[in-house]
């Protein structure tokens, strides 16, 4: 009987043959083309250099001119920001439910959500132990004045005995539980991305074990979806530029030149541990895949300017998949997975510097985090990160659940908010590079019934079938037809 019901599921899952997402990736090109990472690199300087003039350390205009004047000027920043957040949810709920659509091997699936998942979680905890290592190391704290800046915020620091010691696995079954969402829309409303996922993973699985027929209107629907997001976060990609420009003005000009000085170790930090973990992508992919540093390199830098340009990983999915496929040999059934799954819940660029956040405010307010506290951070973060939407500004939510967590003062984010827009820009670029490594490790590990030419040719016989039809989603039936 499971010999007749797992032959049933695979048949249907091969029924359904929704579009790639890889196919909506030609607007994102042209922003490519256009060098929109270059326009927002000049936007950037611009900014620090207007709100250097704008602020307390030239003292050219009065302090209240200053701040209104930086709030118009960051109002395409917040345009922008809210256009991205207001896509990314619809975006990757779409996406995943398609991704599991198109996926034709229910034994591949199944091996590729497990060790998928598994390496998410192994990366980011990697990604946070990189990080507090570091910081440990460099002790970025020490070079900014902690005592003016406690007077400047009026915190003091303390340490929260109780929340410290909070025991963690004494509510672990009720939090398990909790993990299915029993109300998806407020889910999506207060952006719980991991409870969104596991939706949207249990609505695309029941999708494909559902008969062609009933499967296909919501299928369709979600394709409509994902064109809508696209042509939103493309006008979005617009802004980019001025949003970079604007929010870089404001803040500059309310921290003044000093204070940026004194972050420079600070950033430098992150950077280098950013650095530190794509060299373990390179290494991942050179012992997995055989490819050299320098052909991964060329092969996936347009997707990793652009996802710096946007700082959203979700709103580069297109081009991250079509890159995967075909300049990395991945196979479509795979991308198309791991790439939405690795958009929501791969942030290991996120958690990197969610460490070295925590440590540097712990290190200007002089509080000691030890052993236990250090792991408490990992344990916060990793949960954290892999429940965050793929949206620009999310690492600084996420850093006031993890400060509180060791009781280091949720304050002190203002003093790193001045230079979160450049960090925040870089560890994307980690996050996304981190999909497309993992991408083509499931895709060495796990691989399919068919090559890689294989997919790919199904897929563009699909494609052309789709320009003369019409249809989004097609079935075996119209396939054999046409063929």
């Known amino acids: 009987m499971a010999l007749i019901n797992n032959t049933v599921i695979k048949t249907t899952i091969g029924v359904l043959h929704p579009r790639s997402l ?49 709030d118009w000027l960051a109002l395409p920043g917040r345009l922008f920001l809210a256009l991205i957040q207001m896509m990314v949810i619809p975006l990757v709920f779409a996406s995943i439910i398609r991704g599991l659509a198109a996926t034709e091997d229910l034994e591949q699936l199944k091996k590729i959500g497990l060790r ?36 400047t915020l009026s915190v003091m620091p303390s340490v929260d005995a ?29 952006s719980n991305m991991l409870q969104v996922v596991i939706f949207a993973m249990v609505i695309g699985v029941a999708l494909v074990m559902m008969s062609p027929l009933q499967a296909k ?69 050179g012992l997995t895949a055989r490819m050299s540093p320098k052909t991964f390199i060329s092969s996936v830098k347009d997707v990793l300017l652009l996802a710096f340009s946007t700082s959203s990983s979700a709103a580069v999915m297109p081009l ?25 819940i791969n942030m290991n660029g996120t958690a990197l510097y969610q460490g070295v956040a925590a440590m540097f405010l712990a290190q200007v307010f002089g509080i000691e985090v030890g052993l ?26 996420i850093l006031a659940m993890v400060l509180n967590t060791v009781g280091i003062p949720a304050a002190g984010i203002a003093l790193i908010m001045g230079v979160d827009r450049i960090l925040d820009m870089s560890r994307t670029a980690i996050n996304v590079s981190g999909d497309l490594v993992t991408a083509k490790l499931m895709d060495s590990w796990v691989g399919s019934s068919l090559s890689h030419h294989e997919e790919q040719l199904a897929e563009q016989r699909q494609e052309q079938i789709r320009q003369q039809t019409g249809e989004d989603v097609l079935t075996n039936h119209v396939v054999k037809e046409e063929a």
């Not at 990189?130 to 020490?142: D, F, W």
């Not at 109300?183 to 409303?189: D, K, T, W």
């Open 22 to 70: 890889k196919y909506l990736s030609d607007s994102l090109q042209i922003l490519i083309h256009g060098r929109l990472w270059l326009q927002v690199m000049v936007g950037m300087v611009l900014g620090i250099m207007v709100g250097i003039l704008m602020g307390p350390s030239m003292g050219l205009i009065s302090p209240s001119t200053a701040a209104t004047a930086s």
């Open 116 to 151: 998928v998942v598994l390496f998410f979680i192994f990366t980011t905890a990697l990604a946070i132990i990189i990080g507090l290592s570091l910081a440990n190391l460099i002790q970025p704290g020490q070079y900014v004045d902690s005592q003016a800046l406690q007077a």
């Open 162 to 190: 109780t929340t410290a010691q909070d025991p963690i696995f004494s509510d672990l079954p009720r939090k398990i539980v909790t993990l299915l969402p029993s109300n998806p829309l407020s889910s999506m409303v207060e």
């Open 217 to 285: 209107p919501l299928l369709d629907l979600m394709g409509s979806l994902q064109e809508v997001c696209m042509t939103v976060v493309r006008w979005a990609m617009l802004l980019a530029p001025f949003a970079v420009f604007g929010l870089l003005v404001q803040l500059t000009a309310k921290l003044g030149l000093e204070a940026l000085l004194g972050m420079a170790v600070y950033v430098g930090t992150v950077l280098l541990g950013l650095l530190m973990m794509f060299g373990f992508y390179l290494l991942v992919i």
């Open 320 to 344: 991250s998949i079509k890159v995967a496929e075909e300049k990395l040999g991945v196979r479509p059934s795979v991308s198309q997975f791991v790439i939405p799954l690795g958009a929501t």
């Open 372 to 397: 236990g506290g250090m792991a408490l951070i990992v344990i916060t973060a990793v949960g954290a990160s892999i429940g965050s939407p793929a949206t620009p500004g999310v690492g600084i939510v």
